[in-house]
């Protein structure tokens, strides 16, 4: 089933998104009070804890189906030398995720996540932002549809990330053109450029606010104008999670990106999202500190696809299972008073 027939279905599901279960969350709350811990002992934990009752509406919530869902795509930007790698890399890279050789195999498999990678047409690169949008109207939404594909309803965790030469920059345009500011607060080493590489990105992200200036601010023109494939399918699989009230676990700046239209939008959308890490890549603490959300892991990594999301998905399992596991008071007749 197609989740947006059209881009005026698309800006409908962001302007009316569904709301957490209040309930589930307050039996949530009653039941941390009642367990055999000082109130307030397992700190983000119980959060945590709570914030998954009231998307999964229901007092005890738990993790069994859970999934990683990576988005690949290329972009046109390259040619202007934005990367430390070229375009082709992508397509080697999902080769890799294919054959269970790179990082996110391993760390999906610890974290207990089942692995879904999606390509986006990778021999059709997006065009040269700097002169014309990134997608069409039709590729954009097509790419949002696809990204909501990998969500459904019985999914109690959704893990998204990417792979993409040139999405960093691609991402800094997301947030500049979402948020404001300067290029160069955006910008950083992605792959690792130098400082040359830097400043490249830079006039880059520079020249295409400039162009898109008089262009619509919706959250479906910035997509298709700066973005990317892989950023417009994150951003569909947001939404269509929120539709379903599945929650997100995102990871570093190129997700956080994605998710920046939306909440230039519609800021709430990011009440069913996590953090999973704050990456080192400079903007990502800015931009999530726009967004409301306070990282889980601060583990300066700066790889993508999906890696620092995986990881923290232990530390979700690990806040559910005291949750659900612990002894009352009541039950293990210790004084409540202690």
Do not use: Y
Not at 96 to 109: M, P, Q, R, W, Y
Not at 133 to 162: K, Q, S, T, Y
Not at 300 to 324: C, F, K, P
């Amino acid at each position: 089933m197609t989740a947006f027939v059209s881009i005026a279905a698309f800006e409908a599901a962001l302007a009316d998104l569904r709301d957490l279960d209040s309930d589930a969350q307050a039996d949530a709350r009653m039941r941390q009070s009642e367990l055999t811990k000082p109130a307030g002992s397992l700190g983000r934990l119980e959060d945590l804890a709570i914030f998954f009752a009231g998307w999964q509406r229901r007092a005890r919530p738990r993790i069994d189906r859970a999934r990683a869902a990576i988005f690949a795509g290329n972009h046109g930007i390259t040619i202007h030398g934005v990367s430390a790698f070229p375009a082709s890399v992508t397509a080697q890279m999902v080769a890799n995720f294919a054959s269970g050789g790179a990082a996110i195999n391993a760390l999906a498999g610890a974290a207990g996540l089942e692995l879904t990678v999606v390509a986006l047409d990778l021999d059709r690169p997006t065009a040269d932002f700097t002169v014309v949008p990134a997608l069409h109207e039709a590729e954009c939404l097509d790419a949002l549809n696809r990204g909501a594909a990998v969500i459904e309803a019985d999914l109690d965790l959704i893990v998204l990330g990417e792979m993409g030469i040139g999405n960093s920059t691609a991402a800094a345009a997301l947030c500049a053109r979402s948020f404001g500011g300067d290029a160069a607060a955006w910008v950083g080493p992605g792959t690792g450029v130098d400082g040359h590489g830097v400043a490249r990105k830079a006039a880059v992200v520079d020249r295409a606010i400039a162009f898109h200036a008089d262009a619509p601010t919706s959250a479906f023109e910035t997509l298709r104008r700066v973005g990317g494939r892989e950023t417009a399918a994150i951003a569909g699989a947001i939404v269509r999670a929120r539709q379903l009230g599945v929650p997100v676990l995102l990871d570093g700046f190129i997700c956080g990106a994605a998710l920046a239209p939306l909440a230039a939008d519609n800021p709430t959308i990011a009440a069913h999202c996590i953090a999973g890490h704050c990456s080192a890549e400079p903007g990502h603490r800015h931009l999530l500190d726009l967004l409301g959300l306070e990282p889980l892991l601060r583990l300066d990594m700066r790889l993508g696809e999906g890696s620092g999301a995986a990881v923290a998905a232990n530390i979700i399992r690990s806040a559910l299972a005291a949750h659900d596991q612990m002894a009352t008071f009541a039950e293990a007749q210790v004084s409540a008073s202690l």
